[in-house]
């Protein structure tokens, strides 16, 4: 199975900043991978498809690039609606995989 | 709007069954290729099982192969996880998972997201 290894596991940032979390695959995923955002009792939410494609809906200021093994994720000016939990996940192959998270909380 | 309800979580002894169910409107059931991914308390997210729109082909993470069983009614626009031999290990909540278009192979990211059904292994 392909892992997903996130990093940080956890930051602290503050309204305006601008964040970005990496997320590296054990082996080439090629571009098949996806960002998701989490809010405490709520389910994930697409953010970013194949690497670097925004999901209809998505503001501009989240932007994904990378592709093989190593992959990012960056919110260009924090907002605060964007304190969350952010998740990558591979789709080249089976198991589908998910990172173990990246939590963005308040400074 | 696309809307995904599942159902037949609850409180299970260690080696004990359940069925979940999830029921599918708003779009076009038998089009897609559908999963379940679950999420133990506090912890991450974890891909199940999927299944074909047909039915034809399933696909599912070591962890659960030869007890879980993922199926589906598209005459009734329902998806179903058949859990047998369950461990503490697979509590969680269960989600039902809809594909985005275009992911022939199964291999998807996921569009839509049901609120879940908690299962608990405990004795």
């Known amino acids: 199975a392909i892992q997903l290894t996130q990093s940080p596991s956890s930051l602290s940032a503050s309204e305006g900043d601008r964040v970005t979390v990496t997320c590296r695959a054990s082996?080439?995923?090629?571009?098949?991978l996806a960002w998701y955002q989490q809010k405490p009792g709520k389910v994930p939410k697409l953010l970013i498809y194949?690497?670097?494609s925004l999901e209809s809906g998505v503001p501009s200021r989240f932007s994904g690039s990378g592709s093989g093994t190593d992959f990012t994720l960056t919110i260009s000016s924090l907002q605060p609606e964007d304190f969350a939990t952010y998740y990558c996940?591979?789709?080249?192959?089976?198991?589908?995989?998910f990172g173990g998270g990246t939590k963005v909380e308040i400074k | 709007e696309v809307q995904l309800v599942e159902s037949g979580g609850g409180l299970v002894q260690p080696g004990g069954s359940l069925r979940l169910s999830c029921e599918a409107t708003?779009?076009?059931?038998?089009?897609?290729?559908m999963s379940w991914v679950r999420q133990a308390p506090g912890k991450g997210l974890e891909w199940v099982a999927n299944?074909?729109?047909?039915?034809?082909?399933?696909y599912d993470v070591d962890s659960v192969r030869g007890r879980f069983t993922i199926s589906r009614d598209n005459a009734k626009n329902s998806l179903y996880l058949q859990m047998n031999g369950l461990r503490a290990e697979d509590t969680a909540v269960y989600h039902c998972?809809?594909?985005?278009?275009?992911?022939?192979?199964?291999?998807?990211?996921?569009?839509?997201w049901g609120q879940g059904t908690l299962v608990t292994v405990s004795s």
């Open positions: 996940q591979q789709f080249n192959s089976y198991p589908l995989t």
């Open positions: 299944i074909k729109q047909d039915g034809g082909e399933k």
């Open positions: 194949r690497a670097s």
């Open positions: 082996q080439g995923v090629s571009s098949d």
């Open positions: 708003g779009f076009t059931f038998s089009n897609y290729w």
């Open positions: 998972v809809k594909a985005p278009p275009d992911y022939g192979t199964g291999r998807s990211t996921f569009d839509y």
